[in-house]
Each structure stands twice: as structure tokens, then as C-alpha cells.
């Protein structure tokens, strides 16, 4: 099992690209509040509308995040230079121009028809990141399970796009009568096949490296990526040739993302007992919301997407944030004047307190936009989008504060 002691190595990206992803992701999750109206929550599972806002947070925050963690991840990860920066860069400006009239057309910004060009700029723009990531692996001579589930992820990544990009032309062209069985594909390929897998990867890195666990059985993530691979496949070809029997492979699903649960707590048992910092908590008590997850399955998709997407990846996703900017940002600012001056602690550079209040104002928005599925209540709407909104904003002022932070004077 590889242990990675540090996110710099001699084959990481440049800074300024990585701040592509995460600046845009950053800005588009101020928006999230904005779009999501009273009428999201009656809204049917496959309307436009819906998928819409899904795709907003999916596309905008989530994999916006994720693309640039893995150009960081990926040379540390996997000990390897990546193919080409460059493509990285060019994917970028793609993905945001594909984005924009992609989820402008979901929305009903722009006509209908501008859906599969937004959908083929973000398609080349994924296909590039699979491109460079092929490249880039094509001499690796060590597999283990980050390698493993890092290549499962971008096979289904590949997968989904093809599947996402028939969808997007059917809705202008009408050649498919019944889609809801290449929605379902399109949804588990992205979600569990790229979104979670890719998860459970970079997860056996950054857990590990942030809470300085040693020692740990790494059985747990074999077992989970395994039933998942099973179950992914499983459900794919149950919608094609009997959808009776998907829930079946659902319960599969399940069961590997509880036995993921238990990797995350075997990690986290193993840690030196002093006390983490709190983004490292944050990452951890994530998880807590893929149980309650499971549990909302069985009485609404909705809820359990909600718990999933908004509630773990969110949650998971500002925790990993609030270690990889402040580290990012320190070595590309102040490591060359280690030794020659004094330089800031990691925590010194994340603003007092704010941190934590955003995270707790995300979480209660989650939970009021829950209250709102089950009671259809225009409060919690209310309440809740505007907490989501404070805690956006705290969010960027927290990244701004960061990137601005200045060494002060002796």
C-alpha cells in the first residue's frame, strides 16, 4: 500500500492550473442558491428543470473540484509525470464553454437546441482528460487500489459521456421512444462508476496523508471497489435486457458503499490519538451521510441524491479543499523562504473560525432542503437556500483569504 507523505513532488502540475478548476468550481457554488427555485423540489426526477440544477452542482462544483484534485492527485498518487499540462489547460476553457451552454440550455436560457453542442464541448472536454490520463499511466509499472480504481473511474467516465451524449441529442432529435433505462445508465456510470470510484481511490491517499494513519488493513477498499465494479456493471445491463431485476444489483451497491464505510473507519482508527485539525473531521464525518443515504432509498430517490451528492461529495469535497488550497498556496508562495524568514503554518492561513461556521451552515442548509423534500415547507425553502448562500459565500471568502495570505514581519 503506497503512502504519499506530501502533495509536492517533482511531477506536480503548475499551480495556475490547478486554480483553474478550483476558482471555477468556487464561483459557480455561489450560484447554486440562486437557481434553485420553489418549484425544484416538486419537480419529477427525470424533468429537464431537475436535471438542470443536478447537472449545475454535478458539472459546476463537484467534478470542477475533482478535474483539478486529480491533476494534483494523479502525479502524487500514482508517482508519475502527467502526458501534458497543456491539455489540461485546453480541457478547462472547453469543459467552461461546453458548461455554460449546456446547463444554460437545461434551464431554458437558451432554446433547446443548443443542448448537444454544450453537451459535445463537455464531451471533447472529457475525452481529453481520459486521453491525457491513459497517456500518462501507459508506463506505470505499480498497481494498487488507487491505480485500480482511478482507471475503473475513467472507463466509466468514458462510458457515461457516450451514454450522456446520445441522451442530450434524443431530446432534440426524438429517435429513442423509452429513455429512462439510458437515464438510469447515465446517472449510476457518472455517479457511482466515475464520481465514487474515483472517491474511493483518492481517498486511500488523502485520508491517510492528512490524518497521518499508519498501519491500516487496506481489505475493506479491495472488497468495496470490487462489489461495486459488480454492481455497476450489474445494474447497467439489468436496464438493457430485464430492469426488474436492478434493485438486486442496488442492493450490491449498497453494500459496497457501507463496506467503504468501514475503510474510511479503519483508517480513521488508526490515526495518532491527538486531535485532527477540522477539515480532516469534516472529511471523515462526511461519510456520515452515505448510511442516512441508503436509508432515504427506500422511501425517496430525491432525498437519498440529495444525502449523496449535496450531503457527502459537498461535505467531502469543502473538507478536502480547506487541506489542498492552504497547502497548494504555501508551497507555491512561501516554501523557497523556509529557513531565510519566518513562514506560516498551514492553519495560520485559513481564517479563524470561518472555516467551521460555513461547514455547519452548508450542513444545516442540506438538512432544511431534506425537511423541505418530505413537508414541501416554502420556510425551509427559504431558509435553506439562504443558508447555502452565506455559507458560499464564507466559502470564497475563505479561498480568497487564502491565496491573498501574506507573511507577516518579524
Known amino acids: 500500500m503506497r503512502i504519499v507523505g506530501s502533495l509536492a513532488t517533482k511531477y506536480a502540475p503548475p499551480f495556475s492550473l490547478i486554480l483553474h478548476y478550483f476558482i471555477g468550481g468556487t464561483l459557480l457554488q455561489l450560484l447554486l442558491p440562486v437557481i434553485i427555485n420553489k418549484d425544484f423540489i416538486s419537480l419529477d426526477f427525470l424533468n429537464i428543470n431537475f436535471a438542470g440544477i443536478v447537472h449545475f452542482y454535478l458539472l459546476g462544483f463537484v467534478i470542477m473540484i475533482m478535474m483539478g484534485a486529480l491533476y494534483q492527485l494523479i502525479p502524487v498518487a500514482l508517482e508519475i509525470p502527467v502526458f501534458s499540462f497543456k491539455i489540461g489547460y485546453i480541457q478547462f476553457y472547453i469543459y467552461f464553454f461546453g458548461f455554460i451552454i449546456f446547463i444554460s440550455s437545461m434551464l431554458k436560457l437558451v432554446p433547446y437546441e443548443y443542448l448537444p453542442i454544450g453537451g459535445f464541448f463537455l464531451s471533447l472536454s472529457f475525452f481529453l482528460f481520459i486521453f491525457n490520463f491513459f497517456l500518462s499511466i501507459r508506463n506505470l509499472e505499480k498497481m494498487d487500489i488507487t491505480v485500480i480504481a482511478l482507471i ?141 443515504s441508503i436509508l432515504s432509498f427506500f422511501f425517496s430517490l430525491k432525498n437519498a441524491g440529495l444525502l449523496f451528492i449535496m450531503g457527502f461529495l459537498g461535505t467531502l469535497i469543502y473538507g478536502s479543499l480547506y487541506k489542498i488550497i492552504p497547502f497548494l498556496t504555501w508551497f507555491h508562495k512561501f516554501s523557497d523562504l523556509v529557513g531565510k524568514q519566518k513562514v506560516p503554518t498551514l492553519n495560520e492561513m485559513l481564517p479563524k473560525k470561518i472555516p467551521e461556521i460555513q461547514v455547519i451552515f452548508y450542513i444545516t442548509g442540506i438538512i432544511l432542503l431534506y425537511l423541505d423534500f418530505i413537508f414541501n415547507s416554502i420556510f425551509a425553502f427559504y431558509l435553506a437556500t439562504l443558508t447555502l448562500s452565506v455559507s458560499s459565500v464564507l466559502f470564497l471568502y475563505s479561498f480568497y483569504f487564502v491565496l491573498t495570505y501574506e507573511a507577516k514581519e518579524d
Do not use: W
Open 152 to 292: 475503473l473511474a475513467v472507463i466509466f467516465l468514458a462510458l457515461g459521456v457516450v451514454v450522456g451524449n446520445l441522451l442530450a441529442f434524443n431530446f432534440i432529435y426524438g429517435f429513442l421512444q423509452d429513455i429512462t433505462s439510458l437515464i438510469q445508465i447515465h446517472v449510476i456510470l457518472i455517479i457511482f462508476g466515475f464520481i465514487f470510484t474515483t472517491v474511493i481511490g483518492i481517498s486511500m491517499i488523502l485520508l491517510p496523508m492528512f490524518s497521518v494513519s499508519h498501519k491500516f488493513k487496506n481489505i475493506y477498499s479491495k472488497i468495496s471497489l470490487t462489489i461495486l465494479f459488480f454492481s455497476i456493471v450489474s445494474i447497467c445491463f439489468s436496464y438493457l435486457l430485464n430492469k426488474e431485476i436492478s434493485i438486486i444489483f442496488y442492493y450490491f451497491l449498497m453494500v459496497g458503499m457501507i463496506i467503504y464505510i468501514f475503510q474510511v473507519y479503519e483508517i480513521y482508527k488508526n490515526k495518532p490519538k491527538r486531535k485532527s485539525d477540522f477539515p480532516t473531521m469534516v472529511m471523515f464525518h462526511s461519510h456520515f451521510f452515505i448510511p442516512f
